[in-house]
């Protein structure tokens, strides 16, 4: 059975993330240990102790987010045949791949928080997430509304579930007009600033010059990116694919789909939260696990031994 590794993105920290692979996996403990060298703070302690305030702080919650990914991929044995993480967590997936290494991605991924926190500041932006709509009618919202300020589909993250982000006034009259449309849910999101729009042009050219001299090498397996949901191998590809994903929509859907048809039936999620898990099940035919504490690794171990076996 083909096996995609999948990598969440900001939004998914919560305090006491890693705490238990640390304590119990050294391999876990020591990626803790390596990227709190490479940043000069402690990982482990923001992960597992909080204040939850700071792991908020878009810069500390992006590196904190790969560490701990990555700390529960290194508790399982698994020989995924692709992988991809949603914004962030394609950074973690090219760092499972052999792509960039965890010093060079957790200082990558600081200063990837920093330069999209502000990119917006002083503005006054939202993101929202609209339900129970298509695409085209999502589109066509955000044109309908573009008057009012910057307004954009950020996220396809499964059928029905669309990201919008942009300038406050647009996203707010969306938000109305997809509950008057007939929207499940339609509601704003606790977020810093509207990432995946144009509002985040200023933070990709900041980035293209730290992508320009980090060392990257060919990927190991194919890395399904966000801003075309097409696998990516090569330094120059993967380059060209973390730039353009600044400031364009993540084809999370998308990408489910072309792993899909490309022969994967297990998706196994590393890292905080299962929310990946839940977007797979509602786009693919799939068997879906996550790792993130002891007992999830437990289960997923087994799952990962039965499908071996099968």
Known sequence: MSIAAVFPGQGAQYVGMGRELAAQFPAARALFDRASAALGFDVLRLCADGPEEALRQTANTQPAILVTSLAALATVPVEPACAAGLSLGEYTALVCAGALDLEEAVKLVRLRGTYMQEACAGR???MAAVMGLTPDQVQALCTA?????VLEAANFNSPGQVVIGGEAPAVRAAVDAARAQGARRAVLLPVSAPFHTSLMRPAAERLARDLE?????PARIPIFANASAAPVQTPDEIRRALLR???SPVLWEQSVRAMHAAGVRLFVEFGPGSTLSGMIKRTVEAVTCHVEDAASRAATAATLTGARVG
């Open 124 to 126: 006054d932006t939202l």
């Open 145 to 149: 509304h573009s008057h009012l300020g």
């Open 213 to 217: 001299r980090v060392p990257i090498a």
């Open 245 to 247: 994903q600044v400031a």
